[in-house]
């Protein structure tokens, strides 16, 4: 397992549904009914303004019938959008996650969604999809292994289908602040030694933040000649981010609309 994926697991175990969102009100293991039902009301919510857009942009009869989460965690997401569709799958690389997914899935009784294990080579996603979504996951997969799986993941996306796929592209951190955060990731003992000044546990994990180049995006979506885009920006905190909606279809237009690269 990964450095990375490591420290997924350790946030699985430790504090799920605060690390799906960052929020604190959502911290704790969510014991709280009302709580626990506000978490995936906001889900619902953010689902429904994504298909929104799909329909507005790209597909105005977009209903699909097989859908793909990746990075599903805890199921914020694909539990509400596995309610208007036939079948759906959520992967992510914590296997704590997944649990609690299940868990969430058996109360609402959502028999037709299938939880697996994530890789890099997508081994147990089985499949084709109409919807295939991302959010806020590939900024903490290292560039190299993330641009294979995007490629792998639109593979699996039937004609007319769609995908939204978030990507982190740059930073508004100081310059000494991004020197610190690599020393903490590629120095060995130094993120130990920050946790102790700090006074968290030595072995306390340091999320990592990859920013994705667009224009290597840009060549992998080129590969495929009928996709078309549409995007929204996003800024969280310090990180500046796409949200690209990328539909393959049947027409002959090649034409890939993208934003230029900064």
């Excluded at 430790?14 to 506000?38: F, S």
């Excluded at 596995?82 to 868990?103: H, P, R, W, Y």
């Excluded at 030694?193 to 999320?207: F, G, K, V």
């Excluded at 905190?237 to 002959?252: A, H, T």
């Amino acid at each position: 397992m990964n450095k990375s994926d490591k420290h997924w697991e350790k946030y699985g175990k430790e504090d799920p549904y605060y690390w799906v969102t960052t929020l604190d009100k959502y911290h704790g293991q969510m014991n709280d009914e009302e709580k626990l039902k506000q978490f995936f009301q906001e889900g619902e919510e953010y689902g429904d303004k994504i298909f929104q857009i799909i329909r507005n942009r790209l597909s105005p009869d977009f209903a699909p019938k097989r859908i793909l989460d990746y990075g599903c965690g805890v199921g914020r997401i694909i539990i509400p959008m596995a309610k208007n569709c036939e079948s759906a799958v959520g992967t992510d690389i914590s296997s704590t996650m997944l649990e609690k997914a299940q868990l969430h899935c058996d109360e609402m009784e959502l028999n037709h969604v299938k939880l697996v294990q994530s890789d890099d080579a997508l081994s147990k996603v089985e499949g084709t999809f109409d919807f295939i979504h991302s959010i806020y996951v590939f900024q903490h997969i290292p560039i190299e292994r993330g641009l294979k799986i995007f490629k792998r993941m639109l593979g699996k996306l039937n004609p007319g289908g769609v995908a939204m796929l978030q990507f982190t592209y740059c930073s508004d951190m100081p310059k000494g602040r991004e020197f610190l955060n690599w020393v903490k990731m590629n120095i060995p003992l130094a993120l130990q030694i920050n946790n102790l000044l700090h006074l968290r546990a030595p072995d306390a994990p340091m999320m990592e933040m990859h920013r994705y180049p667009l224009n290597r995006i840009e060549r992998i979506l080129h590969e495929f000649e009928k996709a078309h885009t549409y995007v929204r920006f996003t800024k969280d905190g310090n990180y500046r981010g796409v949200m690209l909606f990328i539909q393959l279809d049947k027409s002959d237009d090649k034409y890939v609309d993208l934003p230029p690269i900064p």
